[in-house]
């Protein structure tokens, strides 16, 4: 018999002496009889009751997870205190389970959530401050699950924060469909996850990165939500609100494009965002892209007015990111004409379908016309006929692009829309930009903990290695918690670097763990 039966087996037998004693004995010898029956049956055994609560808790029995809860009132405070670190206990094994099954990230998140669901559930509803006559939750049971969430995301790093982070995005993306509270429900049980993770810094990186292509391809929630979901992650993932500067030039652009279709009204199909460098997370393009003359003159057109403008930003020069370009392309199917939302890349492919005379293009040809990396023209041919849009054909048909296939203009394509997006690849994290995330992470906790070091010593200008340790640990924990070999790492550096340096104690060149600033 596990603990949980046993539990139900106490229950009824306390039933059972309940009924009997309210039969044959004085009311206020029941109390008296009951104490026994608990004493008898629980006390000596407490510890192994206790851990009847997980099972109530995976099983929804909340009824008799509020029974446990008083009868562990009962028995004392020191009983009860065993029933809250079960509970604690419990929260964290189950958390750090689901973040270090790597077989089940996909549903990291959704899992976290229901987990989490549960148990506040229970807090809330079942373990109870039994010292209050108006059934309000026991605060060590909430503060026990706080402690359990975060204590178990510890057991994998980052990880965990990059899903949250991708979850946001894909909620985001998807917007609210009409339902609203159903949809801020959905963002809300992410948020208050965030809350738990130690690797804000990670959290930050993958949410601004997602948010800055959701805002440029335009395929996001409402700005009011976007602002929003950064208020509240505000609360508690450091320097994330510095993304309302990307709203900032996304609102200038719109001023400046309004006034370039004023002064040029033949190029109004064209729409740029003009970003400041420093405040996006993309790096700059590295390869020019070859585009049809029409293309060409407009960015042209608008390259002249922009710098005419008698503006801050006149002075400076534009740089075209071309991975971020989007278009919008006219297509003239069997039976329907679309509007294809494409990547340029994409539509610099899908153009040279026009060509009525050459119905057929191979890889080859492609790469040749298109001028583009070939990872990167991979993907493209891909999304265009090997995914769910497949406005072109490929031969011989699969998933995957080779060199030796050959490429047609798929007429007989079909879709209940008007306006197909097939950009979704834009939106897509690649491998490389998922190893120039990990990479910016890494050397940005470099920077915090060279930082963080430096700022120590010059306010205490000596210091133990121990006391520099926990004193940059505390400084930082707020972004990551960091790895002692990394601080010891950074610490080595700084020393080489000559702004902090090892002293030796009354001469004993065996005591150098002492620091002190070098001025």
Not at 223 to 248: G, Q
Not at 352 to 373: C, Q, R
Request: glycine letters at 4%.
């Amino acid at each position: 018999m596990d603990s949980a039966k046993y539990f139900e087996y106490v229950v009824e037998r306390m039933k059972q002496e309940r009924e009997r004693s309210g039969v044959l004995l004085e009311q206020e010898s029941t109390g008296k009889v009951l104490g026994c029956v608990e004493q008898a049956l629980v006390v000596k055994r407490a510890v192994w009751v206790a851990t009847a609560l997980p099972k109530l808790i995976e099983t929804n029995k909340l009824d008799q997870l509020k029974l446990l809860n008083e009868l562990f009132y009962r028995l004392g405070p020191e009983h009860l205190d065993t029933l809250r670190r079960v509970f604690r206990d419990y929260v964290k094994t189950e958390v750090a389970t689901l973040v270090t099954d790597k077989t089940q990230d996909s549903e990291m998140i959704s899992r976290l959530v229901s987990f989490r669901h549960q148990c506040n559930t229970a807090a809330l509803q079942s373990l109870l401050d039994c010292t209050s006559p108006n059934s309000i939750p026991d605060q060590r049971y909430h503060d026990g699950l706080l402690d359990g969430l975060r204590e178990g995301f510890k057991a994998r790093r980052s990880k965990p924060a990059e899903l949250l982070a991708k979850r946001l995005d894909e909620l985001l993306r998807k917007g609210s469909k009409g339902d609203e509270v159903g949809f801020w429900r959905s963002l809300n049980d992410v948020i208050q996850l965030c809350r738990h993770t130690d690797d804000k810094d990670v959290l930050k990186a993958y949410y601004l990165r997602a948010l800055a292509k959701r805002l440029l391809v335009r395929r996001s929630a409402s700005d009011e939500d976007e602002l929003r979901v950064l208020d509240l992650l505000n609360n508690d993932v450091p320097d994330i609100s510095a993304a309302k500067n990307y709203f900032k030039d996304i609102t200038f652009s719109k001023e400046l494009n309004d006034a370039f279709h004023t002064k040029h009204p033949t190029h109004t199909s064209l729409t740029v965002n003009v970003l400041q460098q420093g405040n996006w997370p993309f790096i700059p393009p590295q390869k020019e892209v070859t585009l049809p003359h029409e293309m060409r003159d407009a960015l042209a057109a608008y390259i002249t007015f922009y710098k005419a403008e008698k503006t801050v930003h006149s002075t400076r020069k534009l740089i075209w990111n071309w991975a971020l370009f989007t278009a919008v392309v006219t297509a003239r199917f069997k039976t329907e004409t679309k509007e294809l939302s494409v990547s340029v890349l994409q539509a610099l492919v899908l153009l040279l379908f026009n060509d009525t005379e050459k119905p057929t293009w191979s890889w080859t040809e492609i790469k040749g016309a298109v001028d583009i990396e070939e990872d990167e023209l991979k993907r493209t041919l891909q999304s265009l006929a090997c995914g769910k849009k497949r406005v072109l054909k490929k031969v011989p048909a699969g998933r995957d692009v080779n060199e030796n296939d050959e490429f047609q203009f798929n007429a007989d394509f079909q879709d209940p829309r008007a306006r197909v997006h097939i950009n979704s690849i834009q939106v897509k994290e690649t491998a490389e930009e998922h190893q120039r995330t990990e990479s910016s992470i890494q050397d940005d906790r470099k920077h915090y903990l060279d930082a963080a070091i430096v700022r120590i010593m010059k306010a205490k200008k000596e210091l133990t290695y121990e006391q520099l340790k926990t004193e940059t640990i505390e400084s930082v924990r707020r972004h990551f918690m960091p790895e002692v070999q990394d601080i010891k790492k950074r610490v080595e550096a700084l020393t080489e670097q000559e702004y902090i340096e090892r002293k030796s104690r009354g001469g004993d060149d065996r005591e150098l763990n002492v620091y002190m600033y070098v001025a």
